[in-house]
């Protein structure tokens, strides 16, 4: 292909590079920071962010459902403040 015809061809759609780098950024974070929760909080964050149910959490990691769902309500409360505190997982 010649320059010309890469010239005339329409641009990639897509988000622009700052957004990606920046969603790529936090993923980052995120993830560092879940590494630093103990074993089982981490599990079960885990579990949830892919998207699996609280009874087939509660059976991998050896607690109830209910305990799952207080789990991940106190687990993303203090994601979430870690984040507006600036904590980064190297820290």
Same mark, same amino acid.
């Given at each position: 292909m010649t320059l010309d015809a890469l010239a005339a061809e329409p641009p990639v759609s897509g988000p622009p590079i700052d957004e990606v780098l920046d969603r790529q950024r936090v993923l980052t974070r995120l993830y560092g920071l879940i590494q630093r929760l103990d074993p089982v909080d981490r599990q079960v964050m885990l579990?949830?962010?892919? *998207?699996?149910? +609280? +009874?087939?959490? @509660?059976?991998? $990691? *050896?607690?109830?459902? *209910? @305990? $799952? @769902?207080? /789990? $991940? &309500? =106190?687990? /993303? =409360?203090?994601? +979430?403040?870690?984040? +507006? =505190?600036? $904590?980064? &997982?190297? =820290?």
């Open positions: 579990s949830y962010l892919d *998207g699996l149910e +609280a +009874a087939d959490t @509660a059976d991998i $990691v *050896g607690i109830s459902s *209910g @305990a $799952v @769902a207080m /789990k $991940v &309500h =106190r687990i /993303k =409360r203090l994601l +979430a403040q870690a984040f +507006a =505190r600036g $904590v980064s &997982h190297d =820290r």
